[in-house]
């Protein structure tokens, strides 16, 4: 079983940064494609930006050249460093993650574990 704890949330003004990070615990899987999620009150739930074990990279149209995924070498962490930050990025944000050498899905079903989650607050 694997255990995520996402932090980094916090509350901040339009056009600034934020880092989140999710440390897993756990059984450690040789493969895996993890993410991070974020859902808004009142929305459906959004795939912002996956990472698969030859870190390949993908991201939603909307964080497109202002979010980042990385990991750490030894891939018990994962990190999303967000930029240029805007009032619609307010959501809580999740991270998730699968063990599978591709991100064969950017579906939350998908996904196996998650993380209970970071409040992310952006002001204009």
């Known amino acids: 079983q694997v255990q995520l704890v996402e932090s980094g949330g916090d509350s901040v003004q339009a056009g600034g940064s934020l880092r989140l990070s999710c440390a897993a615990f756990g059984h450690a899987y040789s493969s895996y494609c993890m993410g991070w999620f974020r859902q808004a009150p009142g929305k459906e739930r959004e795939g912002v930006a996956f990472i698969d074990s030859d870190r390949r990279t993908r991201y939603a149209d909307s964080v497109k050249g202002r979010f980042s995924i990385s990991q750490d070498n030894a891939r018990n962490t994962l990190y999303l460093q967000m930029n240029n930050l805007k009032a619609e990025d307010t959501a809580m944000y999740y991270c998730?993650?699968?063990?599978?050498?591709?991100?064969?899905?950017?579906?939350?079903?998908?996904?196996?574990?998650w993380g209970q989650g970071t409040q992310v607050t952006v002001s204009s």
């Open positions: 998730a993650a699968r063990e599978s050498w591709n991100c064969a899905s950017v579906s939350g079903s998908w996904f196996s574990y």
